[in-house]
């Protein structure tokens, strides 16, 4: 796998607890700003309006009624399916009755291509579902504004947050609809490309990955190892026949890891790297040594094996081992026995390179301990449900955008909110935020280019660039707010785990999604019911 | 505002729409393929020959592809090309090649497209992997994309070029080149049951064979579609040279029999009665004059008219001559027609293999034999020119590098005098084919591993 399932783990208590601050945050900040609006518009007696509303407010909260939203639900459905949401299906169709011939060759099925088909079919159903859930959610109450149908609904006992509701629901409804049926026709069109022979290549293997730390040639810890000078560094390299190493740590290892045999199955996809050629015909090889961190005498070297590179191997070590006729249990006699201060079950494993002046290289997902495998729909469907959660974000950010504004700048709005929620564009806020990026910050980055200075460049330290800087570190507060805002899609990316044959993970994946569009429910509907409350709907 | 009811003007919007369909319709008229041109459209592509099918071959799924994108084409080529560049930086081939896939969907009349790739598939992605039957499908799906390429682009001479460079080149001359060849010829992938790949080596050929072909495609292309990688007369050469490393090649294999010397006869055929009687133009006096690599006295005379021009010629000619190696090739090819330097090409292919073997004595023997060999030969005037190319030096020299390394290793005086010795004096100053030569002994150690 070419990413660390670990970089999307999410520490569930501090996640809520980031959520109750910029929640009660931006709650407090509406709440000033709508006192404060009332105030200067209708004078002292805006308090009493500000407290009635907000009374008003917390009434609906509390008196929501399932029966009306179902309603609204289904009218938000009818309409989507009225003004031929449903025509997606045609451009699917299409598309996947001509997709094969973009594909390949299917007799020639390599496991790497498995991935293409896997990846193809995810992808186009999340790009299909998407932009039909976004269109619906941002149309749908401007338009019913703009053609007073709204005011059919509001006249009736129907409460406000009660028809942001059912359009969040419908709008969902209508986009997980799209997604079961493309997703059910994808499933089987993947079934379809790959011939029998090669049916096992669809799976999801269930890794438990460890934590690595690397020694350098004379045997001293570090974080990482050897740079060979790949431009993406997501591997780094031990040097052969020195004291360089790669050190696994796997935390509660037990019988359940081990195979029906008995055996423990550890997987590798490790690279090489020669500084020399050598030798072509002869792989680079590696050991793998388990041992007991509590006491590291006690110890089982595999012989040497050679790199799959660009592949997966599977090192299968049994129970039992003999080390110079003394016999070991991997689980009873490699793992800690735990104490006070080492916790129990932890096995250490180490590789090395064995050949001089030549490196192999491996990332910490690069070494696991293979579970039973699963089979391929369990992942596939799990992906698919982190699309249907994609589809719920988008319609409640889409629905309470266009609460707000007009349908084309809601439908912009949340297009950017979902744009800049992918990886790269976090990282690099993130990077902004933390100073990293060098030429500063708005101000300064203006300068600069009005200058011709480049961002390298020392600025003089005189009183107005204090105050650009100033500025500067304000707007950046500011984007830090912002940025808290933006979900981060990442977590619902799945389809890179199927893609490459592993199942998806609950604790880097499927929670962190649902705790992300959890966090989102309620600022939603809050701030779509709010709008639509203050909201004049006479006018257009 | 006018009095027209709704009817009305939709009735005059349709007898627009028909009078403008009517010039368009008569411009675009397709011809019937056999006497009606058809419309000026038509007979400006057919003159120009712009149609998609006067190009190379139709794929529909790539017409259909650009069609449907209308004016988006070049911002999905874009970002197409940026994810290939991510995913070669983090090595997800499998991605890389589906990337490259639809590029070639999007721009598959851009032969740079088709030539880049192709080469990032046969030179990049294959040294990225670390096993050499790995390497190997990855220099295959390199010259595979380009036949394709050749195949969608039936104009272009550079294409018909490169996928025969992948084949002799990339095939032929990499340092993991013993086991492309064989691979060539038996393929390492078990669905093609040990025999060759039929996509890239329908008849089995050896690899400077099938190279030999595509680039006689290539010059026949070149005479009526030019080519802007080679000057043209080194480019003409290409398959006479391939001819010239099959045979070379088949004396590294240690082959020393009828096989090489008919290969050897037919290079010098390629190269001095064909490559060497074809046409160059160049400047002689006032006029451009056809000038030929391998000219009689008659010819110079008959070109030239008068003295000073003859003078003229004879520059011309050997300015292209010395471009193009021509004379040491033709000498070359002369030379390994003789039995002497077939026996001591074996002689030094026997030390190599006896060294490799340990067996000392008998590598030290063969040695000298071929150093004996290379020297009568080296020394006879018409085929000292052969001392200047570095090729047969580095073969003398590694002859000389096993005598003399046995010498060393037995602890022996090595004798004052030598055959090449020579050779030895006149290019131990050459840094670079010093190098060569330590580096392929190097390697007789490697292989011992």
């Known amino acids: 796998m070419y990413f660390d399932p670990a970089e999307n783990f999410i520490h569930p208590p501090f996640a809520i607890y980031n959520w109750m601050i910029v929640a009660g945050f931006f709650t407090a900040v509406v709440l000033v700003v709508s006192l404060l609006t009332l105030l200067v518009s209708k004078g002292a007696s805006g308090f009493g309006v500000f407290f009635t509303e907000l009374i008003g407010m917390l009434k609906d909260v509390f008196s929501l009624s399932p029966r009306r939203i179902w309603a609204l639900t289904r009218l938000t459905f009818m309409e989507a399916y009225r003004r031929k949401a449903l025509a997606v299906f045609v451009v699917f169709g299409l598309l996947f009755m001509f997709a094969g011939w973009f594909m390949g060759d299917s007799k020639e099925i390599q496991p790497d291509q498995v991935k293409v088909y896997i990846s193809f079919v995810l992808t186009a159903v999340s790009w299909l579902t998407l932009p039909v859930v976004l269109i619906l959610a941002c149309f749908g109450i401007p338009e019913d504004i703009r053609l007073r149908s709204i005011h059919t609904v509001v006249t009736k006992p129907a409460r406000r947050i009660e028809i942001v509701l059912g359009r969040m629901i419908g709008v969902s409804m209508i986009g997980w609809l799209v997604l079961s049926v493309m997703s059910v026709v994808g499933y089987l069109w993947i079934v379809r490309q790959i011939p029998q022979a090669s ?79 050598g030798d072509m015909t002869r792989p680079l090889f590696y050991d793998i040594k388990l041992f007991n961190i509590e006491n590291p005498e006690i110890s089982y070297t595999t012989q040497p094996q050679p790199v799959n590179e660009f592949r997966s191997k599977q090192d299968i070590i049994p129970r039992k081992v003999t080390v110079d006729d003394v016999q070991y249990d991997i689980l009873n006699d490699l793992t800690t026995k735990g104490s006070d201060k080492i916790p129990k079950g932890i096995l250490g ?88 990026v060098q030429g500063g910050g708005v101000l300064e980055s203006v300068y600069r280019l009005v200058m011709h200075l480049g961002p390298s460049t020392e600025l003089p330290a005189n009183p107005a660039f204090t105050v650009v800087q100033i500025f500067d570190s304000i707007l950046m507060n500011f984007l830090w707010l912002c940025k808290q805002v933006i979900p981060r899609s990442q977590y619902f990316n799945m389809s890179e785990y199927v893609a490459n044959g592993f199942d998806v993970p609950w604790a880097y994946s499927l929670i962190p999604s649902l705790l992300v569009t959890s966090a989102f429910i309620i600022p939603c509907v809050m701030m779509g019911y709010f709008a639509l409350r203050t909201r004049e709907l006479e006018s257009k | 505002m006018n009095n027209m009811t709704s009817q009305q003007r939709k009735l005059v919007y349709l007898i627009g729409i028909i009078v403008l369909l009517i010039p368009i319709i008569w411009l675009s008229l397709p011809s019937d393929g056999k006497n009606k041109p058809g419309g000026v459209l038509s007979q400006l592509r057919s003159q120009y020959e712009l149609g998609e099918s006067d190009l190379g071959d139709v794929d529909a799924s790539s017409a259909a592809m650009n069609l449907v994108l209308l004016g988006m084409r070049g911002v999905a080529v ?13 090595k997800r081939w499998a991605e890389m090649q589906a990337t490259t896939e639809s590029i070639v969907r999007l721009q598959p009349h851009y032969e740079k497209v088709w030539d880049f790739n192709g080469w990032n598939l046969a030179y990049n992605t ?111 050469a290409t398959p006479a040279r391939c001819q010239f490393d099959y045979a070379q090649s088949l004396q590294k294999d240690g082959k020393f029999g009828e096989e090489t010397r008919a290969a050897w006869e037919q290079a010098r055929k390629d190269w001095t009665e064909v490559y060497g009687r074809e046409i160059y133009h160049a400047q002689i006096g006032a006029e451009e004059s056809d000038i030929r690599l391998e000219m009689t006295e008659d010819e110079i005379k008959q070109v030239a008219g008068n003295p000073d021009d003859e003078l003229r010629v004879r520059r011309a000619v050997d300015a292209y001559q010395k471009m193009t190696n021509y004379r040491y090739w033709r000498t070359r090819a002369f030379a390994e027609a003789e039995q002497d330097t077939a026996e001591a090409h074996r ?32 020394k006879r005037p018409e085929y000292a020119i052969l001392a200047e190319e570095e090729l047969l030096c580095e073969e003398c020299l590694l002859g000389w590098k096993i005598w003399d390394d046995i010498y060393k290793v037995a602890g022996e005086k090595i004798p004052d005098e030598f055959p090449l010795k020579w050779l030895l004096e006149l290019k131990q100053g050459n840094e670079q084919l010093m190098a060569s030569v330590n580096k392929q002994f190097r390697r007789l150690f490697q292989d011992n591993r």
């Open chain 1, 199 to 277: 049916q096992e290549l669809l799976k999801c293997r269930v890794p438990v990955h460890g934590l690595v730390s690397f020694k350098d040639r004379e045997g001293t810890y570090g974080k990482e190892g050897i740079n060979v000078g790949d431009i993406w560094a997501f591997r780094s390299y031990i040097e052969g026949a020195t004291k360089s190493r790669a050190e696994w740590r796997f935390f509660n290892v037990d019988e359940t890891m081990l195979d029906s045999e008995g055996n423990l199955r550890l997987e590798n996809s490790f690279s090489a790297f020669r500084s020399y050629k």
């Open chain 1, 349 to 436: 494993i180490e590789v090395a390179c064995i050949d001089r002046d030549q490196y192999i290289g491996m990332a910490r997902s690069d070494l696991f301990i293979r579970m039973p495998d699963r089979p391929f729909w369990v992942g596939y469907w799990k992906a698919i449900f982190g699309t249907a959660l994609t589809v719920l974000l988008v319609s409640m950010i889409g629905v309470a955008a266009s609460t707000m504004v007009k349908a084309p700048i809601a439908a912009v709005l949340t297009a950017v909110m979902y744009i800049l929620s992918g990886k790269n564009p976090h990282q690099f806020m993130d990077q902004l935020v933390a100073g990293q």
């Open chain 2, 347 to 378: 002689s030094i292919f026997e030390a190599k293999q006896a060294y490799k073997a340990q067996e000392f004595d008998n590598a030290r023997k063969a040695a000298l034999s071929g150093m004996e060999g290379f020297d009568k030969l080296l």
């Open chain 2, 126 to 236: 294959s040294a990225e992997w670390d096993a050499v039957p790995d390497r190997y499908y990855w220099v295959k799906q390199g010259a595979k994309f380009l036949k394709r390429g050749v195949e969608r682009n039936k104009r272009s001479t550079e294409l018909l070029y490169r996928t025969g460079k992948v084949i002799e080149h990339k095939i032929g001359y990499a340092d993991e080149s013993i086991d492309y060849r064989r691979y060539f010829l038996s393929d390492p992938d078990p669905a093609f049951n040990k025999g060759p790949d039929p996509t890239i080596n329908p008849e089995g050929k050896d690899n400077f064979l099938v190279g030999k072909e595509w680039f006689d495609l290539a010059c026949e292309s070149e005479l009526t579609r030019p080519q802007h990688i080679l000057d043209r007369s080194l480019f003409r």
């Open chain 2, 78 to 90: 874009n970002m197409l090309w940026m994810d290939l560049d991510l995913q070669k930086d983090m």
